[in-house]
């Protein structure tokens, strides 16, 4: 899963999954990169037209959807929903 463009529905964290965390980050829309099982997927956005990155820590756990994609990493669940038509081809 790389270069696919989402928008961030939800973030939690991993110690307590029912309470939702990060909600500055909810409704960004990022490209994703390198988001495989031991990997350490990033988060690239624009923020002010600024390039941003947001690194994620070692990834555990993916489980993708036609349209969705579930993060689990070592600190956080990211849940988002993949934006159709946006994939950006290297």
Known sequence: ??????????????VLPEVPSSLHRWGRIVWVQDIE???????????NGVSK????????KVIRTLNSV??????SI????????ESVQQ
């Open 78 to 85: 990211y849940k988002l929903r993949i934006l159709p038509g």
């Open 37 to 47: 099982v031991g990997a350490k997927g990033k988060f690239l956005y624009y923020e």
């Open 1 to 14: 899963m790389n270069n696919d463009v989402a928008i961030i529905e939800e973030v939690y964290d991993r």
């Open 70 to 75: 579930e993060i689990h990493t070592q600190c």
């Open 53 to 60: 990155v947001t690194n994620l820590s070692t990834i555990t």
